[in-house]
C-alpha cells in the first residue's frame, strides 16, 4: 500500500508500541487517529504530530473493550475524514499469573481488551472498507502468541485467540480487497510489563531478555502496512524463537521448563 495521505487507526496509541507506531507512520504525510483510554497522553502525541508536516492527528478517548465507545470514536474518524484505511489493532494489557492462581476477574477484562477489542474496533470500520473494497487490517500479537510462555497463559490465549481470528478473517475479507496481516513483536522497551493486570513484574522472565526498542517495533509496523506480508516480526530474533519453537517443540518445552523453574525460585 501506498502509505502518502492514508487514514490510519491505531489503538492503544497513548504509549509503547501504539505511540511508537504513530510517530513512524508520521514519516508520511498521512492523517492519524489515535485511540486510547488516556486522553491527556493522546493530547500530547497529538499535538508532537500535528507539529509536523504534512500530518494531521485526532486524539480519540476511547476503551476498545467498550462496543459503543468504539462506535462512537470511529464515527468521529470518518465524520472527519471519510474512509479510514489502514487499522492497527494495538490495544493490549498483561498479565502474569501461574494457572492455579488466576484471577478470574481480572483474566476476563483482559480477553475484554486483548481479543473483544479488537473484534469491536474491527467490526466498526468494516461496512465501509466493504464498500470501498479497500482496507488493511494489522493486528498486533506477539511471539508468545505463537509460543505460549510458563506464567503468562492467560495473555499467550489471547493472542492465540487474535491470530485464530486473523486468520479467519485474512480469507474471509479477501474477495473485499482487504488484507490482514499478524504482527508478531517479541519483548518491547515500553511500560507495558510495569503495567500488567495483576500489578507485578513478569514472571516469565522478560526483564531479563534484552527489549526491542518501541521505535523500532514501530518502524517495522510501518513496513509491514507497505508491504502487506501475512506475517511480519520487528526483529530477527523474534522470528527464529517462532521457527524454532515451530521445528522443537519438545526442545522449547524443556528449555522452557528450565527457565521458569529457575525464576520461580527466585521470586
Given at each position: 500500500m501506498e502509505l502518502n495521505d492514508r487514514v490510519v487507526l491505531i489503538t492503544g496509541a497513548s504509549m509503547g508500541i501504539g505511540a511508537a507506531t504513530a510517530l513512524a507512520f508520521a514519516e508520511h504525510p498521512v492523517r492519524l487517529a489515535l485511540l486510547a483510554r488516556s486522553e491527556q497522553r493522546l493530547q500530547t502525541l497529538a499535538a508532537e504530530l500535528n507539529a509536523r508536516p504534512g500530518v494531521t492527528a485526532l486524539p480519540l478517548a476511547a476503551d476498545v473493550s467498550d462496543r459503543e465507545s468504539v462506535a462512537r470514536a470511529v464515527g468521529r474518524t470518518q465524520e472527519a475524514w471519510g474512509a479510514i484505511d489502514i487499522l492497527v489493532n494495538n490495544a493490549g494489557v498483561g498479565m502474569s499469573s501461574p494457572i492455579g492462581e488466576i484471577d478470574l476477574i481480572l483474566a476476563r477484562q483482559l480477553f475484554d481488551i486483548n481479543y473483544w477489542g479488537a473484534i469491536h474496533v474491527t467490526e466498526a470500520v468494516l461496512p465501509?472498507?466493504?464498500?470501498?473494497?479497500?482496507?488493511?487490517?494489522?493486528?498486533?500479537?506477539?511471539?508468545?502468541?505463537?509460543?505460549?510462555?510458563?506464567?503468562?497463559?492467560?495473555?499467550?490465549?489471547?493472542?492465540?485467540?487474535?491470530?485464530?481470528?486473523?486468520?479467519?478473517?485474512?480469507?474471509?475479507?479477501?474477495?473485499?480487497?482487504?488484507?490482514?496481516?499478524s504482527f508478531y513483536p517479541g519483548v518491547t522497551e515500553s511500560e507495558f510489563s510495569r503495567n500488567l493486570l495483576t500489578g507485578g513484574s513478569s514472571v516469565h522472565g522478560q526483564g531479563r531478555m534484552r527489549p526491542t526498542p518501541a521505535a523500532k517495533v514501530g518502524q517495522a509496523i510501518v513496513r509491514a502496512a507497505s508491504r502487506e506480508p501475512r506475517d511480519a516480526y520487528a526483529t530477527l530474533f523474534d522470528r527464529f524463537f517462532v521457527f524454532s519453537a515451530a521445528v522443537a517443540p519438545w526442545l522449547m518445552d524443556w528449555m522452557l521448563a528450565k527457565f521458569y523453574g529457575k525464576r520461580t525460585r527466585e521470586n
Open positions: 465501509d472498507m466493504r464498500a470501498r473494497r479497500d482496507g488493511l487490517i494489522i493486528n498486533i500479537s506477539s511471539i508468545i502468541g505463537r509460543r505460549a510462555m510458563p506464567g503468562s497463559g492467560v495473555y499467550c490465549s489471547s493472542k492465540f485467540a487474535l491470530n485464530a481470528l486473523s486468520e479467519s478473517m485474512r480469507v474471509e475479507l479477501r474477495p473485499h480487497n482487504i488484507r490482514v496481516v
